[in-house]
């Protein structure tokens, strides 16, 4: 059995992670594939949970990111195409790299979209009070605006149909152009 790949599609949110990992997975070229949401992760805990915005909830995010990283892997050994779509900074790359060192096909691809347009996005669709959404989305679009050496992974989504962003991805998944390497 062929081991799968592991796609990991970020971003801060309104970039269009979620919507374009859903099509990638369903479009996979791999006869098998799962789409993973971070989120759901965190989902999963019913007592003590802290958001994973604030400082407090490191400790926690390490075992939620153990926990799926774990979950990643066995899947692609299982010969699954993983997409998974979530908040995946530069910050919380060590244990994908390590990944890496264990021969996995990691690729590492970023969605950023204009300040304006991730707001415009992302609050249109919150279900958060306002104020406080606002503010969580312009601190992680700022995270996301100085990626250092992952600048090169980045594509940008701001004038780009769903379409057009899932026919990137295809493309920058194809030529292996944003591999997570060591």
Not at 36 to 47: A, E, G, R, S, V
Not at 75 to 95: E, H, N, S, T
Not at 146 to 158: A, H
Request: proline content about 3%; hydrophobic content about 35%; overall charge negative.
């Amino acid at each position: 059995m062929k081991q799968g790949r592991i796609i990991i599609i970020t971003g801060s949110p309104g970039t269009g992670k979620s919507t374009t990992a859903s099509i990638v997975a369903k479009e996979s070229n791999l006869s098998k594939s799962v789409h993973m949401h971070t989120d759901d992760f965190y989902q999963y805990i019913q007592k003590g949970a802290i958001p994973p915005y604030l400082p407090e909830s490191q400790e926690q995010n390490l075992v939620v990111i153990e926990a799926f990283l774990k979950a990643a892997k066995r899947f692609a050994r299982g010969g699954y195409d993983v997409i998974i779509d979530g908040v995946v900074g530069p910050w919380f790359l060590k244990p994908w790299l390590k990944v890496v060192q264990e021969n996995y096909e990691v690729h590492y691809i970023v969605l950023r979209a204009t300040k304006e347009e991730t707001m415009n996005r992302a609050i249109n669709r919150t279900k958060l009070d306002e104020d406080t959404h606002v503010e969580l989305v312009e601190q992680m679009w700022e995270q996301f605006n100085n990626l250092g050496i992952y600048e090169s992974n980045i594509i940008d989504t701001t004038n780009q149909s769903t379409e057009q962003s899932v026919q990137t991805i295809r493309d920058v998944i194809e030529k292996k152009s944003f591999l997570l390497t060591i």
